[in-house]
């Protein structure tokens, strides 16, 4: 399935009573549950065809599905052990969809504490454009999970911890040659 503007936009409209973002610039854009729902979707009919990380991984990996002006699709690969500090997304809705193994999230919540969810095969996650998190595969087995993206990140900024809360660490930008979701 080829994700195009077209169809995230019948998707919102199929969506009811819940309103899309709406970008001045780019017009419509999907709010975090429809793009978790065409994100499940995307997985369930890409299925046969998505890669999953090999038993052997040692550091993660990553790879572009799908890249539109609206949406931009990874798969991403995790070995034990390894995951991603506490980032944001650069403005973007995000949504993230496990497809084998299971992973560990902790995520800022509205009040500024931490809090934590495991996230298994066959579950997922969506957030909104302020979203503060880390990932993070604690199992023995290397896991994959598929990530959606609207509008595509731009940048990231990466956090850390510090006595009266979180810091600003970097900010990587899409422009890099080394940009990694």
Do not use: K
């Amino acid at each position: 399935m080829t994700i195009t503007h077209e169809t995230a936009l019948r998707r919102v409209a199929g969506a009811g009573s819940v309103e899309p973002i709406v970008d001045a610039r780019r017009g419509p854009l999907l709010g975090p549950l429809e793009l978790l729902d065409l994100l499940q979707d995307y997985v369930a009919e890409t299925a046969e065809l998505l890669p999953v990380a090999e038993p052997d991984l040692t550091e993660r990996r990553y790879e572009l599905l799908e890249l539109t002006d609206d949406l931009e699709i990874w798969a991403i690969h995790w070995p034990q052990g390894q995951g991603l500090e506490l980032h944001d997304h650069g403005g973007s809705v995000g949504a993230l969809w496990v497809l084998a193994g299971s992973l560990e999230e902790h995520y800022v919540q509205s009040d500024g504490t931490m809090a934590r969810r495991g996230l298994v095969c066959g579950g997922g996650a969506a957030f909104g454009p302020t979203y503060i998190h880390d990932v993070v595969n604690s199992q023995t087995a290397p896991a994959t999970s598929v990530h959606a993206y609207s509008p595509p990140m731009a940048s990231m900024t990466f956090f850390r911890p510090d006595g009266n809360g979180l810091v600003v660490d970097r900010a990587e930008y899409r422009a890099d040659p080394s940009w990694a979701p």
